[in-house]
């Protein structure tokens, strides 16, 4: 139960933020996944690498933010179909620019996360 509204809370958060986005930046890209990917990305690394490393939340709350928040946040579902369709319109360095960008603004957001962590621990 705790995943499942977890990640009902996170999918409404995608579904809003995603058209957030799309206020400011065209739709001919998918910032909106991407901006979803990369803030889930530092969500969990957040709540893992602080929250449930220094014992501030407890595991049911671990796995409602984690598994059901973040899970329901981001897209990876989304971030290959929207691939495969930039390939099939041969938009091939849009393809190729969703690929490289959500794979590193969501590595960069999890070790940002973690160097966070790291400094607010004082390790």
Known sequence: ????????????FR???SNFVYNFLPSSFPHGTLFVNTLGSLIIGIVMFYFAAN??????????LATGFC?????F??????????????????AGANILLNI??????????YK????LTGG
């Open 1 to 12: 139960m705790i995943i499942f509204l977890g990640a009902g809370f996170g999918g409404a």
């Open 15 to 17: 579904y809003w933020g």
């Open 55 to 64: 014992e501030l939340i407890s595991p049911k709350t671990r796995i409602f």
């Open 71 to 75: 899970g329901g946040l981001t897209t």
């Open 77 to 94: 579902s989304t971030f290959p179909f929207e691939t495969i369709n930039f390939i099939k319109e041969k938009e091939y360095l849009f």
């Open 104 to 113: 590193l603004l969501t590595l960069l957001a999890l070790f940002i996360a």
């Open 116 to 119: 966070i962590s790291r400094l």
